[in-house]
Structures are given as C-alpha cells and as structure tokens.
C-alpha cells in the first residue's frame, strides 16, 4: 500500500471518529434515573397500610441495627431537623399507592426535589433505603399499633 493511500485511509477514519464523537456530544441527553418499582423506594413500602409508626416498631424488632443507627443519626440532628423528617415521612404514608410512586418518581429525577434531605440525605433511611429491612417490617407491621408516637423517642446512649 502506498504511503498516500495509507494516510488518506487514516484520514478518512479520523474524520469519522471525530464526527462520532461530536454526534455523541451534540445528542440530546436522555434522563437514567427514572423511577422503578424498587428504586428508589421499594414496592413494599408503597403498598404498605401500615403507618409510619407500625413501620417503624416493625423494623425496630425485625432490623434493630438498622433502627438503633437510624435513631442515632437522628438525635445528632437539629430538633427543627427531627422535626421535619417526621412530619415528611408522615405525609408520604398519608398518600395512596399512585402518590407514593409519583414521590418515588419525582426524587428519583429531581435531585431537588426532597427538601428534607438537603438537610439530612439520610432523612428516610429506615424507610427506603434497604430493601432486607422493608421487606422484613412491612410484612408484620399490621401486628403493631397505629399512631404510636412513642416510637421515635428512642433513648439514646452518648
């Protein structure tokens, strides 16, 4: 092969990487971070009928790690904080199936979405974040009362 055929073929090749690459860079983007029915909050949980506070007992019993280390993080929160996230979980379990997946949707693509977890990204952990742990509570959560308030003043050793 002669040395001018090799550099037009070379050529012809670089024009074609680079227009690739540009394709690639000037495409429109496409979202990856739609929801599923396990991401990023488990089916279970959305389908629960249990409350937060029966959800809560449940993985206290059945994931005492898992509650004890949600509880701790917690207490080292602001009390406006504490506050906050109580009240925002309790809103999620206010709302029906098709709400709670449109939730899971909207932070699912919305990093901005929870206002709570800019000031506590750990702010529902017990409740979405471990798939084991709601699994395990929400299958015996009925057992347990509704509205047992008592539930989050967990005594905490420092």
């Keep these: ?11 012809a090749l670089l024009l074609i990487v680079t227009a690739s690459a540009a394709a690639g860079l ?10 599923t029915d396990e991401y990023p909050i488990p089916s279970k949980q959305i389908e629960t009928l249990c409350d937060a506070e029966q959800y ?7 994931s005492p790690i898992y509650f004890e280390r949600y509880m701790l ?12 996230a109580e009240d925002r979980i309790h809103w999620f379990y206010s709302l029906d199936a098709a709400g709670r997946r449109q939730y899971s949707e909207d932070t699912a693509t919305n990093i901005y979405y929870e206002q ?3 000031r506590w990204g750990n702010w529902a952990k017990v409740f ?11 299958a015996v959560c009925m057992n347990y009362p509704r509205g047992d308030l008592s539930v989050w003043d967990w005594p905490v050793a420092r």
């Design 128 to 138: 979405f974040n471990n798939k084991g742990v709601v699994a395990k509570a929400t």
């Design 116 to 118: 709570v977890a800019t």
């Design 1 to 11: 092969m002669s040395s001018s055929r090799f550099r037009w073929i070379m050529r």
């Design 56 to 62: 809560l007992a449940a993985a206290r019993d059945t």
């Design 26 to 35: 000037l495409a429109s983007p496409q979202a990856f971070a739609d929801a």
């Design 73 to 84: 993080d917690k207490s080292n929160r602001p009390l406006d904080v504490q506050q906050a």
